[in-house]
């Protein structure tokens, strides 16, 4: 009995949901069989709050796709945004193939909502139907970036046999955005002509793409990038610059360490973050110096970054040891955490150092290093 109260309230719940959206030439819902309302039991169930009750009734929409799609079609009418962009998903799960629920996901291309958009984007993928490549094209002018950028990637999915094409041709695209989907889907795809439109994309006026051509370049080039990737470091933008050193450190161009150094002194902190941390992973011991001085920046970020890097000199970085124990009695656990794990890697033992633990703990377990330190001071070669 209580199963079929809830039954009939979550199919009056459905026909309200539906209802809203009702025009003559929508398919009509199957209104008779247990089949029938399963599927409209399930629909209605995509509006409830919990995410385990709409993946169930996903589940029970795929097993019944002739009974789904016309009752979806309709649902894709209702007032309520979100369940038309969970109805959209739907349609892409059950819709492979059916031309029915390719022209309503087509319909909900111009729905108000972005949100909605990008779900009807992506369902049309799902289903595959190459003739909704061309109701695609006006979203290249979407007033969303995102909605722009799932486009792109949906008309070349729909049509494989163009995509290179397209693609190629959009290297040239007045939409950043859509440049750099460009560029990404190139990369991806090993496209031999990519590395010829490079030199023009690293001269792009959006500071997005430069970067992005930049990590294209050194995944292109390999360790014969590296000239022209140096020369990006002065770029203005700190966003590419920042993607230059990344690059660098990729291709472990340990050659380029001086002009890393100087940029630890950049404008910019994401910049020297992205050095200093270069410049540990490429052990450059010339920085450690310079590396050791950052450990009294007035930066936290810095400073655990710098802890953090000369960890990976190990024994190397002996030197930076004092200002290591000094940075125990930071007022960021963070960063007095980083600092014991590299007096740990530096000094080869562990004194039980609890970042979190009391002022009176962390100046005892400070002691302790400070004694480690002496010892191994004594023990050291001299000239070392």
């Known amino acids: 009995m209580r199963r079929t109260m809830r039954l009939a309230g979550l199919v009056l719940l459905a026909a ?13 819902p199957p209104a008779r069989g247990e089949d029938g309302h399963r599927v409209v039991e399930a629909i209605a169930r995509l509006k409830l709050p ?12 795929k097993r019944f796709p002739d009974k789904a799609v016309p009752v979806l079609i309709r649902a894709a009418r209702s007032d309520d945004a979100t369940f038309r962009a969970r109805v959209a998903n739907a349609l892409g799960l059950v819709g492979k193939g059916d031309r029915d629920a390719a022209w309503a996901l087509t319909v909900l291309l111009r729905d108000p909502e972005a949100f909605v958009r990008r779900e009807a984007i992506a369902a049309l993928v799902q289903v595959g139907d190459a003739s909704a490549a061309p109701p695609l094209e006006p979203l290249l002018e979407d007033r969303v970036e995102a909605v722009r950028a799932d486009a792109a990637l949906a008309i070349v999915a729909l049509q494989p046999e163009k995509g290179l094409e397209r693609l190629r041709a959009w290297l040239a695209h007045p939409d950043a955005r859509i440049r750099r989907v460009a560029l990404a889907e190139l990369l991806a795809r090993k496209d031999p002509e990519l590395a010829k439109a490079l030199p023009t994309l690293l001269k792009d006026k959006d500071a997005s793409a430069r ?3 930049a990590a294209a370049l ?9 000239p022209a990737l140096v020369e990006l470091l002065a770029d203005p933008e700190p966003a590419v610059r920042s993607a230059v050193i990344i690059a660098l450190k990729d291709l472990q161009a340990a050659q380029v360490a001086p002009r890393l150094v100087d940029l630890l002194n950049d404008k910019s902190e994401e910049v020297q973050l992205e050095a200093v941390s270069a410049l540990g992973a490429l052990q450059a ?6 590396l050791t001085a950052l450990l009294n920046a007035p930066s936290r970020r810095l400073r655990e970054r710098a802890a953090v890097a000369l960890g990976f000199f190990r024994e190397h970085a002996r030197s930076a040891a004092p200002g290591l124990i000094l940075l125990l009695g930071d007022e960021d656990e963070g960063v007095r955490q980083k600092a014991d794990l590299a ?16 002022v009176e703990h962390r100046q005892q377990a400070a002691a302790k290093w400070q004694e480690v ?12």
């Open 373 to 384: 330190w002496r010892k191994s001071q004594a023990a050291a070669p001299k000239g070392k």
């Open 50 to 61: 919990d995410r385990r009750d709409r993946l169930q009734a996903l589940e029970t929409i």
């Open 218 to 226: 050194a995944r292109l080039g390999g360790s014969g990038a590296v």
């Open 285 to 290: 011991r010339n920085a450690i110096p310079a």
């Open 211 to 213: 970067a992005e051509a």
């Open 343 to 358: 007096l740990r890697l530096i000094l080869r033992t562990n004194v039980g150092f609890q970042a979190g633990g009391s």
């Open 16 to 28: 309200g949901a539906l209802r809203a959206g009702e025009a003559p030439d929508a398919p009509t």
